[in-house]
């Protein structure tokens, strides 16, 4: 025997979802909770006479309860940095003497960058979360040239053609 259907506390709040409801998903998640209170339904019943699966269903009905009768959203919407592992102000804090010694005529140097962000958490990190956080804050690398933007190379061809060789 199935246990009996929990959240008689937000059935009215259903019924005021299912009447007012402006989404599908809020519709869905009122029912969800309505059919088994109401109606006595499985919650294999619900799930067909809603046209989803069990699983989803109960999913609805536990997001219905536990916003207190409020329809949740379907998906929580996440954004930002969840991983992060300082905040945009301590990285920019971290990397300034780096910048400032680029700034006055250094080489920034990735590699001392790495071994101090290995330092600052206290284990190892990939060489290519060096080169995000340096993305993050505005830095790009600057290579010079392999040949100066003004060269003309047929010049400098025919001057080697043409050039006197040097005396001994």
Not at 103 to 123: C, N, P, Q, T
Request: glycine fraction near 8%.
């Amino acid at each position: 025997m199935a246990r009996p259907a929990s959240g008689k506390d937000v059935l009215e709040k259903a019924k005021e979802t299912l009447a007012n409801a402006r989404t599908i998903e809020d519709l869905r998640q009122a029912q969800a909770v309505i059919l088994p209170l109401e109606y006595g339904f499985s919650i294999d019943q619900v799930a067909a006479a809603l046209g989803i699966s069990k699983g989803w269903a109960c999913q609805l009905r536990r997001r219905f309860i536990k916003a207190g009768g409020l329809p949740a959203e379907s998906k929580p919407k996440r954004g930002g940095r969840h991983r992060e592992n300082m905040s945009k102000e301590e990285e920019a804090a971290f990397l300034a003497p780096f910048f400032d010694k680029a700034i006055h005529g250094g080489i920034l140097i990735v590699g001392e960058i790495k071994s101090a962000l290995d330092k600052r958490m206290g284990r190892k990190t990939a060489l290519a979360s060096t080169y995000n956080l340096l993305h993050r804050n505005n830095w790009r690398k600057l290579a010079p040239d392999k040949r100066h933007t003004k060269t003309d190379v047929d010049a400098q061809l025919e001057w080697k053609k043409n050039s006197r060789p040097s005396s001994p």
